[in-house]
T-cell receptor, first 113, second 113 residues
Framework: DVKVTQSSRYLVKRTGEKVFLECVQD?????MFWYRQDPGLGLRLIYF???????EKGDIPEGYSVSREKKERFSLILESASTNQTSMYLC????????????FGPGTRLLVL | AQSVTQLGSHVSVSEGALVLLRCNYS??????LFWYVQYPNQGLQLLLK??????LVKGINGFEAEFKKSETSFHLTKPSAHMSDAAEYFC???????????FGAGTRLFVKA
């Protein structure tokens, strides 16, 4: 059974803190993604990675960075958390096929105070 | 550029009634189209996908969707709603490279007893 896990389900941080969100997949997938989900906006892509140490900006990368040192692990970093980064964060991974089903983790709900 | 529009942020049906969730897309290249479902406090999971084979696509849990190129639509239907179908549904479009998927804003389905 395919599995994508995220390090925390709920997280509360203070403005200015550095925040790490971790995602691990056990499917040997090449591609991994970080999205944020906000009501009425759907999912918006923050960053994605198509290989170890490779990363590409998505549609809303400002205020975020990522790290992929190992194939199975993709980390999202909020360098200095702000209240407008309060959101649900979803990690996903896909095969390198021509039509890619995304497998999602359960999400991390982040509250920045 | 690709985009997805889901008509109706909320849809309410009675148990046993037809479910119809609308999705229109915009794409300059032949698209791959997806419907994902998100149950409360969970990540997204794939319901079905269109990959340029049959225009009528059958998915899990009795859902199906029809690709209509002339209408640029990919509406999701189910003949008879069940209480367990209450969830949020996302339509998505991907380009042929498959690295980036654009998600709609989502439609929350309510099922009344």
């Amino acid at each position: 059974d395919v599995k994508v896990t995220q390090s925390s389900r709920y997280l509360v941080k203070r403005t200015g803190e550095k925040v790490f969100l971790e995602c691990v997949q056990d499917m040997d997938h090449e591609n991994m993604f970080w999205y944020r989900q906000d009501p009425g906006l759907g999912l918006r892509l923050i960053y994605f990675s198509y290989d170890v140490k490779m990363k590409e900006k998505g549609d809303i990368p400002e205020g975020y960075s990522v790290s992929r040192e190992k194939k199975e692990r993709f980390s999202l970093i909020l360098e200095s958390a702000s209240t407008n980064q309060t959101s649900m964060y979803l990690c996903a991974s896909t095969d390198r096929g021509p039509v890619e089903t995304q497998y999602f983790g359960p999400g991390t709900r982040l509250l920045v105070l | 550029a690709q985009s997805v529009t889901q008509l109706g942020s909320h849809v309410s049906v009675s148990e046993g009634a037809l479910v119809l969730l609308r999705c229109n897309y915009s794409s300059s290249v032949p698209p791959y189209l997806f419907w994902y479902v998100q149950y409360p406090n969970q990540g997204l999971q794939l319901l079905l996908k269109y990959t340029s084979a049959a225009t009528l696509v059958k998915g899990i849990n009795g859902f199906e969707a029809e690709f209509k190129k002339s209408e640029t639509s990919f509406h999701l239907t189910k003949p008879s709603a069940h209480m367990s179908d209450a969830a949020e549904y996302f339509c998505a479009v991907s380009d042929t490279r498959g690295f980036k998927t654009i998600f709609g804003a989502g439609t929350r389905l309510f099922v009344k007893a």
